[in-house]
């Protein structure tokens, strides 16, 4: 089976909705993870002031991570699912967290317009067909000295990782996912992630499209070697008390 991509990937991610938030609650350390990729952008003063983007943002959990490093930013959270986008939508956000339904390649005809004080991207480059193109819009939608922080599955590029990964997908989530009839979703899930960057790759992509600072972090758990935090910004002056990305005391 081959990875999905544009339409079909959308109707997988809309007809896996329901059951999303179970899947993700079942993979230990999924939310605290995400949590700490978000204070990984070292956003000051809780956000207060701050215009931030959530890219490919589910059913929220991404969001509800960035909320939760930042509760006095405003938050535009973006996905091209419109199941997921429901689901999102429906739980409780403060006023300041909006919702619009794009895919990422298309942000400016949805109406996203930066500048953008930081940028946070959970489990979606290896979605995109062309991820170059994608951190390039990003990177103009930032403002100078704008965050970007990158949550993703990016194996080390060690065969022990990659087992690892395997073991994982085809034991556990591969049969859960045809249990909930979401079989081509979580085919995906696991060959996109073995077919796409290693974590020096994906840093290098970083570089390579004009972003400064770039630091490849890991997680804790059975996802080490396995997911990463990606931190960088764009060339120019971060705000005032903005600290280095990647450097927050709960990161130890």
Aim: net charge positive.
């Amino acid at each position: 089976m081959s990875l999905l991509r544009d339409a079909d990937l959308s109707a997988a991610f809309d007809h896996a909705a329901r059951t999303y938030d179970r899947m993700t609650s079942a993979n230990p350390g999924y939310h605290r993870h995400l949590r700490r990729s978000a204070r990984r952008l070292g956003l000051p003063a809780a956000g207060r002031g701050l215009r931030l983007l959530d890219l490919g943002c589910g059913t929220g959990a991404s969001t509800a991570a960035l909320l939760r490093a930042a509760p006095l930013a405003g938050i535009t959270a973006v996905d091209a699912s419109a199941g997921m986008l429901e689901r999102a939508r429906a739980k409780p956000w403060p006023p300041g967290v909006s919702f619009v339904h794009s895919p990422v390649e298309l942000l400016e005809e949805a109406g996203v317009h930066g500048p953008f004080d930081a940028v946070f991207a959970a489990y979606l480059f290896r979605n995109v067909d062309d991820p170059d193109q994608v951190l390039a819009a990003v990177r103009s939608a930032l403002a100078p000295g704008g965050r970007i922080a990158v949550h993703e599955y990016t194996l080390s590029g060690r065969a022990a990782d990659r087992a690892v990964w395997t073991a994982v997908c085809k034991a556990l989530v591969m049969p859960l996912g045809r249990r909930h009839g979401d079989t081509a979703l979580y085919d995906h899930l696991w060959r996109s992630v073995v077919a796409f960057d290693t974590a020096d790759a994906f840093a290098a992509r970083l570089r390579g499209t004009g972003f400064a600072g770039v630091r490849t972090l890991p997680l804790p758990g059975w996802q080490t070697g396995i997911t990463h935090t990606f931190v960088a910004h764009t060339p120019g002056t971060a705000r005032p008390g903005t600290t280095e990305p990647g450097t927050t005391e709960e990161d130890a």
